[in-house]
């Protein structure tokens, strides 16, 4: 089970700062942990509720087992994740950890989505990480769309491959106005939980990306805001938003 709000030693060693940080097995006493706090959890035990900051879920199309949420997949918009999209603190630093598994792949399904517009339209802000990329296993994009769709960033196959069956700690943290410049510093990362390969992104990404300029109206979790695309066939077992944006190493402690 996962402790709330313990912190390792050697976190503080290494980085010079506390970090909190759920399940790490020992509470640090030496310095205050509130400069990294966990503002929002979804464990999807039979429920969707926010145990910490208290902004519920909704499921889609949806079951619970084995202490996860599960989307179908296969389908369009009809079996998904629905997180109110104000549990991101767009106008300052955040990560976003999701606990995940793929269970079979479809066409350009999500791992999760952010954003506003509709359905198919370019005229929108909108992010996602993708399990794949068509049908290709070997295949993924993480994708920034900005500025009313008059602009993207493509990130393909940063992060493939998602083993089908593989348990997966997906990662995506974010600094807003890094040099003064509107641009946002960004860095993702997965793991495999089972012991398996770490890939991420250059930690010192930064892209002219200013979320707090986003009026966001959906985060989805399996779901795509183009219809074309499929729902994800994935179990959720925990995601959690902390108002910091990891390092590389803060990443490696929390999996």
Request: aromatic residues 14%; contains cysteine; proline residues 4%.
């Amino acid at each position: 089970s996962l402790t709330e709000k313990t912190c390792r030693p050697l976190v503080v060693g290494i980085l010079g700062a506390a970090l909190c940080l759920p399940g790490l097995g020992a509470t640090y006493t030496g310095g205050d942990c509130s400069a990294a706090n966990l503002i929002h959890r979804w464990s999807f035990n039979g429920d969707f509720a926010d145990s910490v900051g208290n902004l519920d879920a909704t499921g889609v199309g949806t079951s619970f087992a084995d202490n996860a949420v599960h989307t179908t997949g296969g389908g369009k918009s009809v079996s998904y994740v629905s997180l109110d999209p104000a549990v991101l603190p767009k106008d300052r630093p955040f990560t976003i950890e999701i606990f995940a598994t793929p269970k079979k792949i479809y066409s350009w399904s999500r791992i999760f989505s952010f954003g506003k517009g509709e359905a198919n339209s370019d005229h929108l802000d909108n992010f996602f990480m993708s399990w794949t990329r068509t049908t290709n296993q070997n295949q993924d994009e993480v994708r920034f769309r900005y500025k009313d769709g008059t602009n993207a960033i493509f990130a393909d196959d940063s992060l493939q491959p998602f083993t089908v069956g593989t348990k997966w700690h997906i990662v995506l943290a974010y600094t807003p106005n890094v040099n003064g410049d509107g641009k946002g510093r960004f860095y993702w990362s997965k793991t495999d939980l089972h012991g398996g390969s770490h890939r991420e992104s250059s930690a010192t990404t930064v892209m002219a990306v200013d979320f707090s300029t986003w009026g966001m109206d959906g985060f989805y979790l399996g779901r795509s805001y183009w219809s074309q695309d499929l729902d994800a066939d994935a179990d959720y077992d925990e995601v959690r938003i902390w108002d910091v944006a990891f390092t590389p190493e803060q990443t490696l402690w929390s999996a």
